[in-house]
Structures are given as structure tokens and as C-alpha cells.
């Protein structure tokens, strides 16, 4: 039985919702993110970084106080409006290729901690109590966790008619999405979707493992207050079917002193090596890995690879985790032939979206900085749950999970 509740959010005005919203931080680059904040005096990114010119030269503590205070700023200024009662709402975003709906609720810290919302991803202690801290002193979140459920026939058919009534917000971007925001404040809608909910037996995390323990830790740390808001966190429900999974590829500096023929050859212990010259070649299914070395492109097919079915609950353990492809890469390649340890910390090597084109991994490698490139298959869905299922934890940078939300698009006061 999965909770959720609806919340009073605090939202953008509508004429402004375009201009205040903006994609996560990490995504801009120095001289983007200096643009924007130049040229767009109600960009949420005054928000989340309000120092930016002196960023590097103020305490995390006062950079927190900063957000906390440019944030109450923006509410002064009539840039954010807070709603008068809690609601759930539904939220569309359509890119050139793809259209995403979910639902905009609160989650459970209770159903988190009993693995109702079930995990795949390990994380980072410093990262964990760092975003906690951020929580803490700012009071706000703007960034759910996104979370897949089953495919639910009543649930569909409700988006589906929810769309046919006038949004709150219809807005592009200027990376040509488009962002549509329904509210849904009834008390039979809200009564109706909770109920909706409480028949599914568990969810999934497919994005925001760090920020979701981070909300479990300011709960733990805080619970003798009466605060019901720090019982949940803000997510981002969507349906499994609706999510996009794209494979991180790989890149490495060197061949940890193998010789190209040396490394070839300890590779074909494992994989059939094939020769694609200049062709642009990705996988094509699981147990394919594409390579980029010295010029050329390689296909590679795992020589143990089997169908293995993911939704079979009686897989053993052991059995789910080899079969992944990320693991199969690092347990025959990463690790035994390049030396690589630790995926996460290891300067040796670095992760591309496999959103962006694989000439931008040529490029990289022809440049010389890096010496091979690896290309993986994307997981799917049931990759993903099949190891939650099992307490299981994918290798760091193993997907690259679509939809993202806008930032400052609604807040979750704590």
C-alpha cells in the first residue's frame, strides 16, 4: 500500500512561470549559467546559487542562509505565490521526441523507510548529510524524487480526461520543451487518486536516491518536532512505461599499460570481437558493447550472455547482478584488464549520457585526452526493479533516467 498526500505549494506567478523555471543547475555551463543570471533577473538560479560571482569564496553555511534568503526575496516580490490549499497536480513535459506525465505529490518517509519505495542505487554518506544540511537551513525543496509505479488502467484514463481541462500553466522553454501544469484540488479527485495509490504495493525510485535519504535523515533528526511536512518528501510519479532509460558510456585515459594488441587479446577471452571500421555503431540488444579505439569502432558480443528474465523472482541474486551489462563491463573490463576500482572516485575514467551523440565520445578519444570509449545498452525497467526487488545496487552511472523536472517550478516548504 503506497501513501501519498497532496501539499501546499508555492508556484511561480503565471506570467513569470517561464522565466523563473530552469533546468538543474549542474547542467548549465560557466558562461550559460553567467548569461542567465545576468540577463534574467527572476531566474530560479538567483535562487539556488545568490552569490554566484563569490560562490567559491563563501562557507556552505553562509551560501544556505543565501538560498534561504533570496528565496523569501522572491516571495516579497510577488515572484512566488503559495497556494491556499494542499493539492496534488499533474504535469506534462513534451520534447521533440517524447511526451511525460506525472503526478506532482508527497511521499512517504515512512513507506521509504519500510521499502514500500524501493531503492536501486547506492549513496553517498557526504552527499546524503550535505543536501540534508541544505534542507535544514534553506526550508524548501524544489526538486522531487522521481518515482515509477505499474501501469494503472484508471489512473491512465484519469490523466487522460485531466488533460482535456485548462491547465494552470502552458509554457515553453528554450530548449524547445513544452511544459503543460494541471492543479487537482477537489476533495473527490484528491480522495479518489489517494485510494489509486493505496492499491499499489510498491514503488520505485528511478531518480533521486541522494535526495530521498536526505529527507529521511532531516526526519530522523527532527522528528520530536510537530512538523508533518518533514513526514514526506516531493515526488514525481510516473508510470513505468512512461520513463526514458538511457545507458552512461564510458571513456578512459589510458589501457593501464596494455599494448592495443595486448588489450584485444585479454578482451576476446570474454567477447567476440567485430571490426566496424568508421561505422557510428551502438548495441543493439543486451550483451552488446560498442568500443572506440585508435580510430575505429568495435563491436563487441559478451560470449556468456544469456536471456536472462528479469521478472523472474526466482533468479538468484547473483545471477540478476552478472547479468546487468554495466557489471559485465566492469567485472571483465573496468576492473581485471584497466585497473579501475572504484567507478565512482576513479580519475581515469568518465561518464557520458548516452542522450548525447556518440561522436561526442570519438571526439573526446581523437583528442587524445582519452584512449577508449565504451558504449553500453540501456537498461530497462525491469532491469531496475528486479534489483530493487532484491536490495541489489546498480554500479554508479548505470542510467540516465528522463523525465527531469523544471527547477523552481513548485516548491515544497518544509
Not at 67 to 80: C, I, L, M, T
Not at 196 to 215: C, K, N, V
Amino acid at each position: 500500500m503506497s501513501k501519498i498526500i497532496p501539499f501546499q505549494a508555492v508556484r511561480p506567478t503565471p506570467d513569470k512561470v517561464a522565466l523563473v523555471t530552469c533546468r538543474n543547475y549542474d547542467d548549465y555551463s560557466p558562461a550559460e549559467l553567467a548569461s542567465w543570471l545576468d540577463f534574467n533577473p527572476y531566474s530560479f538560479l538567483h535562487v539556488i546559487n545568490p552569490a554566484y560571482v563569490h560562490s567559491q569564496k563563501i562557507t556552505l553555511d553562509k551560501r544556505f542562509k543565501g538560498v534561504a534568503h533570496k528565496y523569501q526575496d522572491f516571495k516579497n516580490e510577488g515572484v512566488f505565490l503559495e497556494d491556499e490549499n494542499p493539492a496534488f497536480f499533474l504535469y506534462q513535459i513534451q520534447t521533440k521526441s517524447q511526451s511525460f506525465t506525472g503526478i506532482v505529490a508527497g511521499t512517504s518517509i515512512e513507506d521509504y523507510k519500510n521499502n514500500t519505495i524501493k531503492k536501486h542505487e547506492d549513496t553517498l554518506q557526504y552527499r546524503v548529510e550535505l543536501f540534508k544540511d541544505y534542507l535544514q537551513q534553506t526550508g524548501f525543496n524544489t526538486e522531487p524524487v522521481l518515482i515509477t509505479y505499474p501501469d494503472n488502467l484508471e489512473i491512465n484514463n484519469w490523466i487522460s480526461e485531466k488533460k482535456k481541462e485548462q491547465p494552470i500553466y502552458h509554457f515553453s522553454t528554450t530548449n524547445k520543451e513544452k511544459h503543460t501544469l494541471w492543479k487537482v484540488d477537489s476533495e473527490t479527485e484528491i480522495n479518489w487518486l489517494q485510494k489509486q495509490f493505496e492499491t499499489i504495493p510498491e514503488l520505485y525510485i528511478a531518480d533521486g536516491h541522494h535526495r530521498s535519504a536526505s529527507a529521511e535523515l532531516l526526519y530522523d533528526q527532527n522528528k520530536t518536532l510537530d512538523n508533518g511536512k518533514l513526514n514526506y518528501f516531493m515526488s514525481f510519479l510516473i508510470a513505468e512505461s512512461n520513463v526514458k532509460i538511457y545507458e552512461f558510456n564510458r571513456i578512459v585515459r589510458d589501457l593501464n599499460g596494455n599494448s592495443k594488441e595486448d588489450f584485444m587479446d585479454k578482451l576476446s577471452e570474454h567477447f567476440i570481437l567485430l571490426s566496424k571500421e568508421q561505422e557510428l555503431w551502438k548495441p543493439q540488444s543486451k550483451f552488446e558493447f560498442g568500443m572506440y579505439l585508435d580510430g575505429s569502432f568495435y563491436a563487441l558480443f559478451y560470449k556468456q550472455g544469456n536471456n536472462g528474465n528479469f521478472n523472474d523472482k526466482n533468479n538468484n541474486k547473483n545471477e540478476i547482478l552478472e547479468n546487468l551489462d554495466a557489471q559485465i563491463l566492469y567485472d571483465k573490463v573496468l576492473q581485471p584488464i584497466l585497473g579501475i576500482e572504484d567507478l565512482r572516485n576513479d580519475e581515469r575514467i568518465e561518464y557520458i549520457p548516452g542522450k548525447q551523440s556518440i561522436l561526442t565520445l570519438k571526439e573526446l578519444v581523437d583528442e587524445g585526452e582519452f584512449e577508449v570509449g565504451f558504449m553500453l545498452y540501456p537498461s530497462d525497467i525491469s532491469e531496475i526493479k528486479s534489483l530493487a526487488d532484491n536490495n541489489l545496487i546498480m554500479p554508479p552511472k548505470s542510467t540516465y533516467i528522463e523525465p527531469k523536472f523544471r527547477s523552481g517550478l513548485m516548491v515544497y516548504e518544509l
